[in-house]
C-alpha cells in the first residue's frame, strides 16, 4: 500500500530553522519517477503550495513565501525528500504535507498525514 510519512515538525521560535522529511513507500513504480511536493495548511485557510522537485531532480519549484528560506531536496536511493526550512515565522505555523504524483501528471495523488511546523514569536 502506498504511503508517505512525514517526520520532523516541532515547535519552534521564530528566526530557527526545522527540516521535515518524508519517506515513500508502497509507490506503483521507482521513487525517481514522482515529482515530490511540500504543502501546507493552516488553521482556517485553504491547503497551498510550498516546494516541489521534479522527477529528476533537475528543477525545483518554490511558493513566494519559501523563496530563498526554504530548500527542498530528494535522496532517491532511500525513497525520501525533505524540506529545510529557515529563518522560520509565525506565518509558517501550519500542518505540512508530503504528495507525490507521477512525473507529467498534473494532480499530486499521494499524500502523507501531515506533520504540525509550530512557529512561536
Known amino acids: 500500500q502506498e504511503r508517505l510519512g512525514e517526520s520532523g515538525g516541532g515547535l519552534v521560535q521564530a528566526g530557527d530553522s526545522l527540516s521535515l522529511t518524508c519517506v515513500a513507500s508502497g509507490l506503483p513504480s521507482n521513487f525517481s519517477n514522482y515529482d515530490m511536493g511540500w504543502f501546507r495548511r493552516a488553521p482556517g485557510k485553504e491547503r497551498e503550495f510550498v516546494a516541489a522537485?521534479?522527477?529528476?531532480?533537475?528543477?525545483?519549484d518554490y511558493s513566494d513565501s519559501g523563496k530563498g528560506r526554504f530548500t527542498i531536496s530528494r535522496d532517491n536511493a532511500k525513497n525520501t525528500v525533505a524540506l529545510q526550512m529557515n529563518s522560520l515565522k509565525p506565518e509558517d505555523t501550519a500542518v505540512y504535507y508530503c504528495a507525490a504524483r507521477e512525473a507529467g501528471w498534473q494532480q499530486y495523488n499521494y499524500w502523507g498525514q501531515g506533520t504540525q511546523v509550530t512557529v512561536s514569536t
Open positions: 522537485i521534479y522527477a529528476r531532480g533537475e528543477y525545483h
